[in-house]
């Protein structure tokens, strides 16, 4: 089973319009609505690929229940909600149909107490149990947890399950210090951390160097459309998967996420894992829907896939 951890899900609404006219009251035809959240997303893709999955989220509010209700009977997985009082977000895109372009209204996360942070710690080491990978999944909520990832992840390998950060910013930062087996930054997010540009493939390979020398076993930089560095041990390579029109992106790393979370609880090798991980990243961008692809979109794009090593 992989448990996938979502400090800070939404209730994720897409509203299509034909063009945006601000200060005006415009009517849309259709909307979507599912769970968000970069764990959630994870979970999704995992499900989506035929494996067993279940995500915990801090929920709170008629809006946590209803991300909640959309996890079990949307997506058909198994959650585990912690309920604080603070309501969750919710985050309405706008998507201008004629244009393909989005606007995106975030809400603020739930605040949480000294007292749901303790809840959330006993609610995980129960969680944890049975779990062969557990994936820590995008910021957190309230600055009260920026530590969170580095509290759990013991727990998560005490219990005997391999550890996948996917964060940006002080939660990623501290989480490194309690040396998760996988990360997955993206260029953005590691120029962040390690104080450098990545403007050129030396440095790309001089910052993935620098995350083993903080214990981390796996290491995998995401690229985009241009794919993925991934280094362990003596492996190292870059993946490229094959140009697509691209559709949506959001939520592409979280389904490559699950793709390695699934060759690592299934015990794959690593070039194995990479081209399933980065397969699903590129399927999840050829539709709106995050994390709706089929397996055989998987398999043709897997296909395609271009291994270099380094």
């Known amino acids: 089973m992989i448990l996938t951890l979502t400090p800070n899900p939404c209730v994720d609404k897409t509203i299509f319009l034909p063009e945006l006219k601000v200060g005006t009251f415009m009517r849309s035809e259709r909307y979507t609505c599912i769970p968000g959240g970069k764990g959630t997303n994870v979970s999704r893709a995992v499900k989506a690929l035929g494996r067993a999955t279940k995500a915990m989220v801090i929920v709170g509010g008629h809006s946590g229940a209803h991300v909640v209700e959309m996890i ?11 309920r604080v009082a603070s309501p969750t977000r919710t985050i309405t895109t706008v998507l201008e149909e004629t244009i393909h372009r989005q606007t995106a209204f975030f809400e603020p996360g739930s605040k949480i107490t000294p007292g749901e942070v303790q809840h959330i710690v006993e609610t995980f080491r129960q969680a944890v149990q049975g779990a062969k990978v557990v994936t820590f999944n995008g910021t957190v909520p309230d600055p009260i947890l920026n530590g ?7 727990i998560a390998k005490d219990a005997g399950a391999i550890t996948i950060l996917d964060s940006h910013g002080a939660s990623f930062a ?13 260029v953005a997010e590691t120029e962040e951390l390690v104080g ?12 993935v160097t620098h995350f083993h020398g903080r214990g981390v076993e796996l290491v995998v930089l995401s690229l985009g459309k241009d794919g993925a560095l991934v280094s362990r041990g003596a492996e190292r390579f870059h993946i490229t998967p094959p140009a697509i029109e691209e559709v949506n992106p959001v939520g592409s790393g979280d389904a490559l996420v699950a793709g390695f979370a699934i060759g690592l609880a299934e015990n794959m090798p690593l070039t194995e894992m990479a081209t399933l991980g980065v397969a699903a ?3 999840n961008a050829m ?18 896939i271009l291994v270099q090593s380094a």
């Open 72 to 82: 079990e009977q949307q997506d058909g997985v198994e959650c585990i909600p912690v």
């Open 174 to 186: 501290l989480g490194l210090e309690a040396a998760p087996y996988m990360i997955k930054p993206n």
């Open 281 to 283: 990243g590129t399927a």
């Open 148 to 154: 969170l990832y580095r509290q759990l992840i013991p």
């Open 287 to 304: 539709s709106w829907d995050i994390g709706h692809f089929t397996r055989e979109e998987v398999d043709a794009v897997r296909a395609q």
């Open 196 to 207: 450098f540009r990545l403007d050129t493939m030396e440095a790309k390979w001089k910052a």
